[in-house]
């Protein structure tokens, strides 16, 4: 081992100690321009609805005697009766035409591993120190990531990699599909009584394991699923994929009338694993564990009822165009020519480069008026004035009342509780489930708003912001308003037989 080596800290400060910029700063005009550009495509109901109202009131002064004198002179006047006639067959017309449709989400299912599938600290220490790979100072390095990251002794990992001597081959990988998938249709269908041939869209997002025929194909054959489905599956994507997928299933939806979509977001751990000594790809290592989760939209009317939330907004954000953006979470092999997924140093500015420009594109579509207004008054101020006026930074929690946040580490979640000015109440379905589920990547959103559900907080009329960034670079939200109270008593979700025992403590440092 050379003395350069020898030289290196454990934990380098980019990892040790990750940084989101500051979002009172630069906060850009064409980001906050673009969110009311997303407003205005809906202007046509903000004038409509105003004008109905006052219509409505109008009439409601009229007295038994303004109405006959009104319909003696449309009686008479066949030029007025076809004029309102006309005009009111063109608006009701243009209504149904452009309104979208709306989008519910039924009900959804989180994958929950067999006991058999835990993993401790301890003894994801001892896998790693027999499997002779790692060096001594690596081996120190992922113990004191572990001890840093905010996981529990509960997560799970596949057997193929637990296992002495690991096992990573297709037929493992495979296996660890059908497992995460199959669970939690399985457990959705049963929650849905909806049958698999009615399914009529499914999207499917995996970002690391992409095997012939798809785990899209795969789902197909095992529920035999109609053959007019309307299939995708979407690899390469990253953590905010599961995002990316409902995002879709809605786009598919405006154009399918009464039609059940199947989303399905997972990670594959099995031939994912790094059994190389670069830091920035041993770390994945470390974070990453078993999970899934699937969900079922529908866009027919009659669902309403017996649905959870309806989708309200959705708005995604790409940095690819920008060189360290696209390379800073990167799948490649390292010197000794050992597959992992590289973590750049530059993460965090970029993580929060992408997150401000998401949020700052979300906010004239849910913020209140008063917050807008202090906001964009504040922004032109220093922007176009030239002010020196304090940033003003809108208050997130006057819009929702949960908050999921993509569970990808402990650093990240600091540091956007600071940013936001959020709770801990707020935060708790985040820390929580990274300490029992690890990162599960793009299905961490679903454990969350399970976690939410399971302590009996999700009333009807709230509202839920899900906010997920991934490799690309990419970061995407959305918004959902729940339709009904959902009682903790009746429900099935990985939670429930153990959520009596949380929040727990979560130190910054827990020894191994």
Partial sequence: MSGSN????????SLSSPKLPDFKQSVKLKYVKLGYHYLITHGMYLFLTPLFVLTAAQLSTFSLQDLHDIWDHLRFNLISVLLCSTLLVFLSTL???TRPRPVYLVDFSCYKPEDARKTTRQVFMKC???IGTFTGENLEFQRKILERSGLGETTHLPEAVIRVPPNPCMTEARKEAEMVMYGALDQLFEKTFIKPKDIGILVLNCSLFNPTPSLSAMVINHYKLRGNIISYNLGGMGCSAGLISIDLAKD??????????????????????????????????????????????????????????????TVRTHKGADDKCFSCVTQKEDPAGKIGVSLSKDLMTVAGDALKTNITTLGPLVLPVSEQFLFFASLVGRKLFKM??????????????????????????????????????????????????????????????????????????DRTWQIAFGSGFKCNSTVWKALRTVNPVKEKNPWMDEIDMFPVDVPKVSFI
């Avoid at 020898?6 to 400060?13: D, F, V």
């Avoid at 059994?275 to 866009?299: K, P």
Wanted: aromatic share 12%; with cysteine.
């Fill in 6 to 13: 020898l030289n290196k800290p454990l934990i380098s400060p």
């Fill in 95 to 97: 209504y149904f035409l």
């Fill in 128 to 130: 790693s120190h027999s």
């Fill in 252 to 313: 598919l939806l405006q154009v399918h009338p009464n039609t059940y979509a199947l989303v399905i977001s997972m990670e594959n751990i099995t031939l994912n694993w790094y059994f190389g000594n670069d830091r920035s790809m041993l770390v994945s290592n470390c974070l990453f564990r078993m999970g899934g989760a699937a969900m079922l939209l529908s866009n027919n009317r009659h669902d309403r009822r017996r649905s959870k939330y309806q989708l309200v907004h």
């Fill in 388 to 461: 020196k006026v304090k940033p003003y930074i809108p208050d997130f929690k006057l819009a929702f009342e949960h908050f999921c946040i993509h569970a990808g580490g402990r650093a990240v979640l600091d540091e956007l509780e600071k940013n936001l000015q959020l709770s801990d109440r707020h935060m708790e379905p985040s820390r929580m489930t990274l300490y029992r589920f690890g990162n599960t990547s793009s299905s961490s959103l679903w454990y969350e708003l399970a976690y939410t559900e399971a302590k009996g907080r999700m009333k009807k009329g």
